[in-house]
């Protein structure tokens, strides 16, 4: 797949794929990385993750505190608030009808085909 | 490059770029502990300092709030009806522009609009064929270039201009380096002006037209010759020096910063609506 | 009084820095003492007080020429012309003093049968004036190089000139001729007379003309008011 679509893919809907993953409980930034690659969106860098879970908290989408860690450095753990519980509802209905769209369109395409 | 040196950068960085004390350390925290966790090159990882720094700067940033507190004072500055014609070119026709304390007005325009002219005729190093400037208090004037003595130090300088201001040379020195070093800069002992830079020899002339805390500063483009970081570095300054109650006059043609100053006079406007 | 001599200080440091300039400074009336040692008596003398001349008003001229790009930034700190003259004068008076010294204290050692007392007022006219001259010449002239011309052509013409046509006495260093008569030739006291007043007036003069021409450069502000605060 061509990397720079993907990546454009990514960029708009990386931020809703955070909130759906703190959805499953608190994290950090490196374990939210792991959990994001781990469900194969490949390799996130802090360089794109770190802003994008600022303005969440910023947004008041998310919501974070200090832990310190008896095992290992302190650590910034995201939660989802409820407002981003909320956001994340509506944005999981509007991706599926979108998603759905676009791949109607997509199929017509390989339909005309044969 | 090596993390502690990376970490060290992108922290000075975030303080160029105006983010808060606090947010700074957390977002290096945060940094350090996933540089840790990872076990990747922080270049890798997060990219250059400056530029994790400046994405970091724009999520945090939005529309400027105003400064809880920062009051406007007085005017400092007038200038009215201010006409200046150059054999049969009219280089500035009938210019206005008032300033307050704690105000930052930016002077744009085109080359040879007249910017330069106009902030002269402020400092009182030209006249003008028509019009008048009222000044409250002291003056700084920094020029684009010169300004100082060739075979001085810069300590020599300080203490030159300081004892015009009526400052001890212990005052004047300290107060010169500590300006200096706002601006990234360390003046070597015994290192003569005509030895500097080009951009350190303009971080000398803003340092000294600042020196003794003048009520109204004209800056003219002072930034020449300045890297990113201490042109960053300048704004951040002149910003601290409002803040301080001084009226600030800046020339300048680039226009990145001009969201955050109160008053933008453009004279190509002006001059070709003449 | 403090701005005045911080004044004086940074003009001396300035020329201190300007290693080659010293030295050519200090050789340079040597030099004119050496053409004239061998001829009759008290040429040398002469020659060496028009070299001293010479030598302070080239390093006044540089002086005033160099504070030029500081002068304005200066100004609006809080000096007044008085300041910066006087301080600037200062400064040079100084270094005038330790230039002539070793040639006084040559001319003591190397001259005899001369009246020393003359020879040392016509080196200390001969600084004050010198001072004067070089820091005038700058203030009226734009560029240094012109400056340096207009003191080569007084210098000669001070050389070649007979000194006892009235319009010599236009030349500034005239009055350093009629005290070297007084002290080698031991004359009457007209000379001494003539040469004191000379000197003490065309310093006078200079020093006027120093401080009409840094107004001027200044030049009127007619437009501008300042409201001072505190």
């Known amino acids: 797949m061509e990397q720079d679509r993907r990546a454009q893919w990514l960029r708009g809907v990386l931020d809703l794929c955070v909130l759906g993953t703190l959805a499953r409980g608190e994290s950090y930034g490196y374990q939210l990385a792991q959990a994001l690659a781990d469900a194969g969106l490949g390799p996130i860098q802090g360089g794109t993750l770190y802003p ?35 956001r994340l509802r509506h944005a999981g209905a509007e991706w599926s009808t979108f998603a759905g769209q676009v791949g109607a369109i997509l199929a017509q395409e390989a339909a005309g085909e044969n | ?42 270049l890798a990882a997060f990219g250059p300092p400056e530029m994790y720094a400046a994405a970091v700067a724009d999520s945090v940033a939005g529309p400027a709030p105003a400064a809880p507190g920062r009051t406007v004072g007085p005017v400092r500055l007038a200038a009215r009806g201010i006409t200046k014609r150059y054999r049969r070119r009219t280089v500035l026709a009938d210019v206005d522009l008032t300033v307050r304390a704690g105000e930052v007005a930016a002077v744009i325009g085109q080359n040879g609009s007249g ?17 008048t400037v009222h000044v409250a208090g002291r003056l700084g004037y920094c020029p684009q270039d010169g300004g100082m003595s060739e075979f001085l130090t810069p300590d020599e300088h300080f203490v030159l201009v300081g004892a015009g201001r009526g400052l001890s040379r ?39 037209a600042r020196l003794g805390d003048p009520d109204v500063l004209l800056l003219d483009e002072p930034y020449q010759g300045f890297d990113r970081g201490s042109y960053l570095d300048f704004w951040h300054q002149v910003f601290r020096w409002r803040d301080g109650g001084a009226a600030i006059v800046v020339v300048t043609h680039l226009l990145n910063q001009l969201d955050r100053v109160d008053t933008v006079l453009d004279l190509t406007r002006s001059e070709a609506a003449a | 009084m403090t701005r ?6 940074m003009a001396l440091r300035e020329m201190a820095r300007r290693r080659v300039v010293l030295i050519i400074l200090l050789l340079l009336p040597l030099a004119f003492y050496l053409s004239r040692h061998g001829d009759h008596l008290g040429q040398s003398i002469r020659f060496v007080c028009l070299g001293l001349g010479w030598a302070l008003s080239t390093a006044a001229l540089f002086a005033g020429s160099a504070a030029r790009t500081v002068e304005p930034r200066l100004r609006l700190s809080g000096y007044a012309d008085r300041h910066l003259i006087a301080g600037r004068l200062a400064a040079l008076w100084a270094l005038g003093v330790l230039l002539s010294a070793p040639y006084f204290l040559l001319v003591r050692l190397d001259q005899h049968d001369v009246r020393y007392g003359a020879i040392a007022a ?25 400056g340096t011309l207009v003191l080569l052509a007084v210098v000669g013409l001070q050389m070649m000139v007979d000194p006892a046509h009235t319009s010599a006495r236009v030349l500034p260093f005239w009055f350093s001729r009629e005290l070297a008569t007084y002290a080698v030739d031991h004359t009457g006291t007209g000379y001494l007379d003539r040469g004191l007043l000379h000197g003490a007036l065309t310093a006078v003069l200079l020093t006027v003309l120093v401080a009409v021409a840094a107004r001027a450069r200044r030049g009127r502000r007619t437009h501008l008011t300042f409201v001072p605060l505190r």
Request: glycine share 10%.
């Open chain 1, 52 to 86: 994008v879970l600022l303005r969440l908290q910023r947004a008041g989408l998310v919501a974070a505190r200090w832990r310190g860690g008896t095992s290992g450095p302190a650590r910034k753990y995201y939660q989802l608030t409820a407002a981003g519980a909320t």
């Open chain 2, 115 to 131: 910017k330069s002219t106009l902030l002269r005729i402020c400092a009182g190093l030209a006249r003008p064929d028509r019009g």
């Open chain 2, 170 to 208: 212990t005052a004047a020195r300290r107060y010169g380096r500590r300006d200096a070093a706002a601006l990234d800069w360390a003046p070597k002992p015994g290192v003569q002006a005509r030895h500097l830079s080009g951009g350190t020899r303009q971080k000398l002339n803003l340092t000294l």
């Open chain 2, 1 to 42: 490059m090596r993390t502690d040196a990376w970490l060290a950068a992108l922290a000075g960085e975030l303080q160029r770029h105006g983010v808060g004390a606090d947010l700074t350390g957390h977002v290096v925290a945060e940094a350090a502990a996933h540089l840790a966790d990872s076990g990747d090159p922080p």
């Open chain 3, 122 to 146: 016509i080196m200390a006219l001969t600084v004050v004036v010198s001072a004067s001259f070089g820091l005038a010449l700058s203030a009226v002239l734009p560029r240094e190089l012109e």
């Open chain 3, 4 to 9: 005045t001599l911080v004044v004086a200080e």
